[in-house]
């Protein structure tokens, strides 16, 4: 008996740790991963933009909800005929991708405690409607910064 308890805290714990997983600037959880994350060097000392790829791979689509961080506060904005406008969730489809990149979606850091600098990260959580929270570093590059990626 003892062993089948020390067993399935092991086995919970595994799945707690993967569900808030990240692997170098993205995690991963319930189908969703991500990809790509970086902000480019801010030149405000408190405010930047950041910039990634939320995947699906679920046959189920999900919504991004909110992202939060300890550095500052998150939030997430379109940008439609050359207007940025705040939103309060991004759909992430089944099977497809919701894609923050520059003139399109991305994330807007504003009140920041200090001014990220090249070669730190930034540590964000990203929020979903149905998946557990992805913890989510993300690498500060050059302002110049494009991806290879092309987002």
């Known amino acids: 008996m003892r062993r089948t308890a020390v067993s399935a805290a092991l ?3 595994a799945l707690a740790l993967v569900g808030c997983s990240d692997s170098g600037s993205g995690g991963s959880s319930g189908g969703l991963s991500v990809s790509d994350a970086y902000i480019p060097q801010p030149v405000s000392a408190d405010m930047a933009a950041g910039f990634l790829t939320i995947s699906n ?3 189920s689509k999900d919504d991004l909800t909110s992202v939060t961080s300890d550095d500052g506060e998150v939030t997430m904005h379109e940008t439609n005929g050359g207007a940025m406008e705040e939103v309060s969730r991004l759909p992430v489809p089944a099977h497809g991708q919701l894609v ?3 003139g399109a979606n991305h994330l807007m850091f504003d009140k920041l ?3 990220p600098t090249q070669g730190e990260t930034v540590t964000v959580e990203l929020h979903f409607a149905k998946a ?4 989510v570093k993300m ?3 050059s302002a110049t910064y494009v991806p290879k990626t092309g987002h």
């Open 132 to 135: 557990d929270p992805v913890v």
């Open 113 to 115: 405690k200090r001014k």
């Open 11 to 13: 086995v919970a714990g």
């Open 57 to 59: 791979s679920g046959s």
């Open 139 to 141: 690498p500060v590059k």
């Open 100 to 102: 923050f990149k520059s």
